[in-house]
């Protein structure tokens, strides 16, 4: 039995939708000693440009989300309550981003938060910030960095899909430090690097996974090894079904987040 694999680019995706994008650092702009992006909005931009590469789904970009709040200060404070809580708790304010919703003329809301943790102390940090402390007093071990992803659907206040990514920020000597400015500049580098290949794509994956559940359309065609080009293949409407381990498809369909390995380190080198 041999299977053929149909990418749907008609009728699967007839319907437009209109995504916000936004970090829990995106007011954070040049507040760190290195004057840095923010890691949240680094994995931002990735994830739209990612987005932004499929036709039928619309992504408003981040400086058009700062332009509009600082020109609607009650609703900036009240973004930045919501983003702070999340970044801490997790926690979605799911009345906020209705009211971001409706500001921005969209029906869902992808939440992306950034923090180092190490296993000495659950104390949520900013990366730089991390970096700063271990560069001046030139004492550091493995941190984790820690992303994590929500999409929304704001019309009945649901989370739509989750996602957790997690990767060591470190050497193998366990230090991550930078003692002149150039050596600063490469773990930026390397950490827009991770973000640019490894989480945005998982991450725009899983949503399209969301909005397009029958975008792949799966035909078995009778015969094993040879495909008989006069045998009538049988559709199965739900791809999902048939080219996805249970392990998989309860990442993807179900209530437990979407954990990418995070046996693989991503290597600081001096």
């Given amino acids: 039995m041999a299977a053929i694999f149909v990418l749907s680019t008609t009728s699967a995706k007839a319907v437009q939708f209109d995504v916000l994008v936004i970090p829990t650092e995106i ?18 931009n990735y994830v739209i440009d ?41 926690k979605i304010n799911y009345g906020t981003l ?3 919703s409706t500001e921005f003329n969209v029906k869902s ?75 600063a500049a490469s773990h930026l580098e390397k950490v827009r690097q991770y973000f640019r290949m490894f989480v945005a794509p998982s991450i725009s994956q899983n949503v399209n996974l969301r909005f397009f559940p029958r975008s792949v359309r799966t035909f078995t065609v009778k015969g094993s090894q040879n495909l008989d ?3 009538t293949p049988q559709f ?16 993807i369909e179900g209530d437990t987040p979407n954990i990418l390995d995070s046996t693989e380190e991503l290597i600081f080198d001096f």
């Fill in 109 to 183: 809301v992808i939440i992306i938060s950034c923090y180092a943790i190490t296993d000495r102390a659950e104390i949520r940090r900013n990366l730089w910030e991390v970096l700063e402390i271990s560069s001046a007093f030139k004492i550091t071990y493995p941190f984790d960095l820690t992303t994590t992803a929500v999409l929304v659907d704001t019309v009945n206040s649901t989370v739509m899909w989750s996602g957790k990514f997690s990767k060591t920020v470190s050497d193998s000597n366990g230090y991550f430090l930078a003692l002149n400015q150039a050596q």
């Fill in 27 to 44: 007011f954070g702009v040049c507040q760190n000693y290195f004057c840095f992006p923010e890691p949240s909005e680094i994995a931002a």
């Fill in 50 to 90: 990612q987005l932004g590469k499929t036709k039928d789904i619309n992504v408003v970009k981040l400086s058009a989300v700062r332009a509009k709040l600082d020109n609607n200060q009650a609703l900036r404070d009240e973004t930045e309550a919501m983003l702070s809580t999340f970044e801490q708790t997790e």
């Fill in 98 to 100: 209705k009211k971001l």
């Fill in 229 to 231: 080009e006069t045998a």
């Fill in 236 to 251: 199965k409407p739900n791809a999902l079904e048939h080219m996805l381990d249970p392990e998989q498809k309860q990442k």
